[in-house]
């Protein structure tokens, strides 16, 4: 069961108070079905990936966005980091989780840790485009967010930035240690640059980006 709600260390903590409604549901999903494993008399292994970016997100999610907007010269990075993992080593991962998983484990799916700006510098490298680096306080970012979701209400779209976001992410460090996946299920995982290169390879194909976005990505090959 895949819940992938964002946690810190090494997947025995909770995010206890998040406030982006998306976590808060992931955080309501599992207890709930940790409480059914529990009055069932079912085994439940769970796996939580972190940021998963590649090939094949047709949608466009949150999580690619990020991305696609770096790859059309509209990304910005912030103080802070993530974890990112290869959508197809997250599909090895579950496999491994259903067939070796120990009943009741509680498994972190990720690859490498990484600075946001660090990220957005390796995007930079596949578009030939800077990403802007937003260095603002978080008060000011949180003002920021409050503009962009008044200017959604007005227009009807989603605000790019959001509150919430803002105080769930800005200026964290979501930074795993993935060993318990490596050493119990195997996990191997690939560079973060090739997930870049065949992410923005793939969004070049499907005609999210054009294809002179991802230019480079050859020579990054």
Known sequence: VNFGIRLSGTGDDWFEAPHVP????????????VRLAGELGV???????TLVLGP??????????????GLLGKGVTFEGGTNVIDVRDVALGMVAAATRGRS???????????LIRDLGAAITKLSGKPMKHVALP???MS???????????VTGGAPPLTRAIVRDLYGKYAWY??????????LVTRPLAETLR????????????????????????
Request: aromatic share 6%; net charge negative; proline share 3%.
């Open 22 to 33: 998306y976590y808060k549901n992931k955080l309501a999903q599992e207890r709930e079905a």
């Open 177 to 186: 240690d993935v060993s318990r996946a490596r050493t119990e299920l195997g």
């Open 198 to 221: 065949d992410a923005a390879a793939f969004f070049a194909a499907i005609g999210v980006v054009p294809r002179s976005s991802s230019a480079t990505t050859e020579e990054a090959a």
């Open 138 to 140: 978080a008060w000011a």
């Open 43 to 49: 085994e439940l292994v769970r796996v939580l990936p």
């Open 104 to 114: 009741g484990g509680r498994y972190i799916l990720g690859g490498d840790n990484v």
């Open 143 to 153: 003002m920021l967010a409050a503009t962009m979701e008044l200017s959604a209400a």
């Open 56 to 69: 094949g997100d047709h949608r466009v999610t949150p999580s690619s966005r990020v991305l696609v907007d």
